[in-house]
């Protein structure tokens, strides 16, 4: 039975550790402070023809 606690032990151990390391590297990019890059925003070139046609 003592085997059987430290089995177990073991298994905890290593989920929490992975717990631990799976939440360090996903807020390691959320916490950069880095700027993120400029978009120029532009006009479409693509102009649309009003239609002048009137239904009776």
Known sequence: MKQ???IIALFIFIFITGIFITVIHINAPL???TSPESV???KDS????QLNT???
């Not at 693509?46 to 023809?49: A, D, L, P, R």
């Open 31 to 33: 916490n950069s402070h």
């Open 46 to 49: 693509i102009h649309f023809k």
């Open 4 to 6: 059987f606690h430290k």
């Open 40 to 42: 120029k925003i532009q």
């Open 54 to 56: 009137k239904t009776i």
